[in-house]
C-alpha cells in the first residue's frame, strides 16, 4: 500500500498541497480528480521525489520514503508516467523499454519481456522503430510499458488519455484494468477524462485548492455526483 499522510509543499509563498492524505491499496486503482491547477501532477511529483516537500510523510508497504531521491524510489517500487510522456525520440522502442528495467542490471536488463509485448501488441510490430516515429497514442503505450518494465509495486499515471486517440484510450483502459486485476500492484491515476476515469476507479480522490475535499469508492462516484465537482 502506498500512503501519503499530510503533505505540504509549497512554491515560493504559495501553499500548493495543503495537508493531503490519500492511500494507494495493492490490487486497485486509486483515481484522483480535480480541475486544472489544482495540484495533482505537483503531488505525483512529489511522490516521485521529483519536488521536494515540506512536511508529511510518503510510505510504502510502511517504509517511509520522503527522503529517498527519485532512482531510490524507483528501486523501492514507484514507476511513473509523466504528462508528455517525455521518452526518448531517437531511441528505439526496444531500448526505450529497456532503459525502464536498468535497475536490474545483468543479463535481465539485456531482454524486453514478452508479457510487455503481449500487453502492447503493436510495440512489438514496431519494436524497432525510433519512439519519436510513433503516433501520439503509441508513445503513450511505449511510456507505460517503460515504467512496467522496472516491475514496479505502485504505477502512477498524469493523464495517460491526453491527446490520444479514442482506439487506443480503450486499449489503455483495457491494460490498467487487466493490470488492477493481477491484483499485485497499487495504480495512481490521474485523469482529465470523467468517463474514462469512473469506468476504471475502484477507489477516488477529488481535489481542490491544492487539497482533498473528497474521496470514496469508485462504485460511490455517481451517487455523490463527483462528475460535477470536477466539471470545467
Keep these: 500500500m502506498l500512503s501519503v499522510q499530510g503533505l505540504n509543499q509549497y512554491y515560493g509563498g504559495s501553499h500548493i498541497l495543503r495537508d493531503v ?17 489544482v495540484g495533482k501532477t505537483t503531488l505525483l511529483k512529489c511522490l516521485m521525489g521529483q519536488l521536494p516537500i515540506k512536511s508529511g ?27 508528455g510522456r517525455e521518452i526518448f525520440s531517437t531511441l ?6 529497456l532503459i525502464g528495467m536498468a535497475r536490474f542490471g545483468g543479463r535481465k536488463a539485456s531482454r524486453v519481456p514478452e508479457h510487455l509485448y503481449e500487453l502492447f501488441p503493436v510495440l512489438k510490430e514496431m519494436k524497432h522503430r525510433r519512439g519519436g516515429d510513433l503516433s501520439g497514442g503509441q508513445q503513450q503505450q511505449l511510456a507505460i510499458a517503460r515504467a512496467l518494465a522496472a516491475e514496479p509495486r505502485v504505477l502512477i499515471l498524469d493523464e495517460p488519455t491526453e491527446g490520444i486517440q479514442p ?27 470523467y468517463d474514462f476515469a469512473e ?9 481542490a485548492r491544492g487539497e482533498v475535499v473528497d474521496q470514496g469508492l469508485g462504485s460511490e462516484m455517481q451517487s455523490k455526483r463527483v462528475r460535477e465537482m470536477v466539471a470545467i
Design 92 to 97: 528505439t522502442v526496444e531500448d526505450n523499454i
Design 21 to 37: 492524505s490519500i492511500t494507494a491499496e495493492t490490487g486497485q486503482c486509486t483515481v484522483i480528480l480535480g480541475r486544472n491547477g
Design 167 to 193: 482506439s487506443i484510450i480503450k486499449d489503455i483502459g483495457r491494460v490498467i484494468r487487466k493490470l488492477t486485476d493481477r491484483g499485485d500492484m497499487a495504480i495512481v491515476l490521474v485523469e482529465q477524462f
Design 199 to 207: 469506468e476504471l476507479a475502484d477507489r477516488y480522490v477529488v481535489m
Design 57 to 83: 510523510a510518503i510510505s510504502l508497504n510502511g517504509r517511509e520514503m520522503q527522503s529517498f531521491n527519485p532512482e531510490r524510489r524507483v528501486r523501492e517500487g514507484l514507476a511513473y508516467v509523466p504528462q
